[in-house]
């Protein structure tokens, strides 16, 4: 007899982008090439001073469990970096490392949610914030961020969202999955608004810092609103900027009291992080940081090429990120559409299952990240998987009639 499953797993859906990798690995192993733009990562190696820094530790015999809110010098290095590169102080018990960025997302929540407390999330959004929310008992509260405002939360929207109930504001600037920068101003205009609401939190999401293009920089939340420091939540890694997805490292800094209760909860879910790479994640925030700038030229050219081929696409509304990889196109000029084989797109989803079937490229649907009808389109994957699928993409857009 199968187990009776906890009802917070029954109710939670799987990842759309999992489900989306599962399908395109089930047509290549039929023997269909398939072009990937589904993935939410770099496709670079991490870079040879992180790796050696990682086998210097091995062979230091750094093989052992760390203390759970990671190294010394780990902590010393994110502390450093947080100076460095946004101006903010944080002490050794204000920081934490994780099993990545998501782990970090996970425990805060663990250690804040009650039933029914409510976590704003603006829409477009990473798919995992409103299940993890979900699954620490939290009701994700969805604001729709249109085109129109950039895909940005505005003041006026932050408004009228935050209840007595509201915990946590989850801010992701650059924005998985529009590409979507928030300016010095309209982090003032919302940190005005978060002034009249002491009791709300802040969740700022800065994993794809680094990543920005056309002379657009990225900043925290506590730099433009430095008085919201003392309830604010800043997670990052090093996935995205170091091309280190598998080592699985994030970290968080916030104050002392959500960090110890973090810090707990790692304790009895993981213990650490790797010691091996935390090691090499030290060696990625202390060392030269000349590979996140070589990173970030290569992401940008492939943006370019991705606008160049896309633009001008039949019913295909494009323009370019100002971060992080991802395109966000709109297909509402696809809806409605015949496809070759006489069947109406009726939405998002539709037009991305066309896509894989008529192009054999993935993308993923609008809908999974809260907002339709748009496609997450990765720029993170080669050049040459660019170039073939968006050329594929065009070609069976232009069939449509
Ligand atoms: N936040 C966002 C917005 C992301 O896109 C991702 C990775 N897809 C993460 C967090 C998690 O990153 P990590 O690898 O550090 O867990």
Same mark, same amino acid.
């Given at each position: 007899m199968a187990m009776k499953l906890a009802e917070r797993v029954v109710q939670l859906k799987p990842s759309a982008s999992i489900v989306a990798r599962q399908r395109v690995l089930e047509l290549q192993a039929a023997g269909e090439t398939i072009i990937d %733009?589904?993935?939410?990562?770099?496709? %670079?190696?991490?870079?040879a001073h992180i790796v050696e820094a990682a086998f210097a530790a091995v062979n230091a015999g750094d093989t052992h469990y760390t203390v759970p809110p990671g190294t010394p010098a780990l902590r010393k290095a994110i502390i450093a970096k947080l100076q460095r590169d946004n101006g903010l102080d944080y002490a050794m018990n204000e920081v934490i490392v994780g099993v990545g960025a998501k782990q970090l997302i996970y425990e805060a929540f663990a250690a804040s949610l009650d039933t029914g407390d409510e976590v704003i999330v603006p829409a477009p959004?990473?798919? *995992?914030y409103p299940d993890i929310a979900t699954i620490h008992d939290g009701t994700p509260v969805i604001v729709d961020c249109p085109e129109v405002d950039g895909f940005k939360l505005t003041a006026k929207a932050l408004e009228a969202a935050i209840?007595?109930?509201?915990?946590w504001l989850v801010l992701n600037s650059?924005?998985?999955? *529009?590409g979507a920068v928030y300016s010095r101003e309209e982090l003032e205009a919302l940190a005005q608004v978060l002034r009249q609401a002491p009791h709300v939190w802040l969740m700022t999401d800065?994993?794809?810092?680094? %990543?920005?293009?056309?002379g657009v920089t990225a900043i925290s939340l506590v730099e433009a609103a430095p008085d919201l420091k003392d309830r604010t939540l800043i997670v990052n890694g090093v996935s995205k900027a170091y091309a280190m997805t598998g080592w699985r490292i994030g970290y968080a800094a916030g104050p002392s009291d959500i960090i110890a209760a973090m810090v707990k909860l790692v304790g009895q879910s993981t213990s650490c992080a790797s010691s091996v790479s935390q090691a090499a994640a030290a060696a990625a925030l202390s060392g030269d940081q000349a590979c996140v700038a070589e990173a970030t030229e290569i992401f940008r050219q492939r943006r370019d090429r991705m606008f160049e081929i896309l633009d001008?696409?039949?019913?295909l509304a494009v323009r370019k990120p100002d971060g992080a990889f991802y395109f966000y196109p709109s297909v509402a000029g696809l809806i409605g559409k015949t496809t070759p084989q006489g069947k109406v797109l009726q939405s998002d989803l539709d037009v991305s299952l066309y896509l894989l079937e008529a192009a054999h490229v993935a993308v993923l649907d609008g809908g999974a990240y809260g907002m339709s009808p748009y496609l997450r389109m990765s720029f993170g994957g080669a050049m040459a998987d660019i170039e073939v699928g968006c050329h594929a993409i065009r070609k069976a857009c232009e069939e449509l009639v």
């Open positions: %733009l589904t993935i939410g990562e770099p496709d %670079l190696d991490t870079p959004y990473w798919v *995992s209840t007595p109930n509201t915990k650059p924005n998985n999955p *529009s800065e994993i794809y810092e680094h %990543l920005t293009y056309d001008g696409t039949p019913g």
